[in-house]
């Protein structure tokens, strides 16, 4: 009898998920059809608008400069590090980019945030979208963090796109 009971709650089971399976699968299936349609005919293009990004000297945001760069933006290239900056807007400009302001600027300075969004909008007459991708990471134990101002700096970092994003209030984003 617990035996039969047994195999009757399995097969209820898998009567289940296949009765999900057929409501949910054709509805996802067509959503996902109809957004792939929509995407080839209307393109979200990038191309003569101007793209701010932080943190372009290395890693991620200089690879998307460079998939900005062949999609034909404009870029303003934000970082610390001046010459590698300047590498990447040469890469940038060789890739298709039809212009390339290089800001170096510490993102963890309100000052400084303020400085290159005016900047990028007196040199281009406008700024399109913002990349806020410029950070610090780091994974360790906390037991193994004896310097206190190890914090600060971290704390300093995640205020970053807090400061950024702060600074760009006038200035219109698409
Ligand atoms: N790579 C990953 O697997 C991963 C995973 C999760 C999240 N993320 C996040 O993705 C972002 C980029 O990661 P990534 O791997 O590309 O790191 P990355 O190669 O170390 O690049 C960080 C960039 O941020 C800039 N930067 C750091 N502090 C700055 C400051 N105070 N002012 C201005 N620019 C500053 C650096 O340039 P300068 O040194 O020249 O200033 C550099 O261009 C970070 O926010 C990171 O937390 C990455």
Redesign the pocket.
Known sequence: MTMLMGRLAGVALQLALAALLVLFLPPYYVYRLTASFLGSVFPDSVSGKVVLI?????????HLAYEYAKRGANLAL????EA??REVADHASALGSPSVLVLP????KPDDCRKFMDDTVAYFGRLDHLVN?????QVCKFQEVEDVNYFRTLMV?SH?PFSVLHTNLGHELT
């Open positions: 932080t943190g372009a000297s290395s890693g991620i945001g200089e934000v970082a610390r590090r590698s900056l600027a510490d993102v963890s991708n410029a950070s610090i990471w970092h970053m």
